[in-house]
């Protein structure tokens, strides 16, 4: 079984950056989908940014530009750089992971992945 641990959340302030850690522990496997989804007060878990095994990336249209992210194969984390944060930005932070690599149209979905860490809190305030 994976484990995941999510870490590096926060208050900051509008423009400031934030980088999120998710180290994974447990089975390893050589086709997977890696990355992170975000929840905010009240509203669904909404994709972020994935990473696939082959180094394909994915983002959501409102992070491209600001968010960057990246893996440490040789300490098995996962990265998430947000730079320019903003308000909307305000959400929990969870790591997900899937044994597959999956194919493009299926990276957005929650529901394609199996393993979730527990989330850290980064908070946009003034």
């Known amino acids: 079984q994976v484990q995941l641990e999510e870490s590096g959340g926060g208050l900051v302030r509008p423009g400031g950056s934030l980088r999120l850690s998710c180290a994974a522990s447990?089975?390893?496997?050589?086709?997977?989908?890696m990355g992170w989804f975000r929840q905010a007060p009240g509203k669904g878990r909404e994709f972020v940014a994935i990473?696939?095994?082959?180094?394909?990336?994915y983002y959501a249209d409102s992070v491209k530009g600001r968010f960057t992210i990246s893996r440490d194969s040789a300490k098995n984390t996962l990265f998430l750089q947000m730079n320019s944060l903003q308000f909307e930005d305000t959400a929990v932070y969870y790591c997900?992971?899937?044994?597959?690599?999956?194919?493009?149209?299926?990276?957005?979905?929650?529901?394609?992945?199996?393993?979730w860490g527990q989330g850290t809190q980064v908070t946009v305030s003034s």
């Open positions: 447990g089975r390893t496997f050589s086709g997977h989908t």
């Open positions: 990473r696939r095994s082959d180094n394909s990336k």
């Open positions: 997900a992971f899937t044994p597959t690599r999956l194919i493009q149209s299926r990276v957005w979905s929650e529901e394609n992945y199996d393993y």
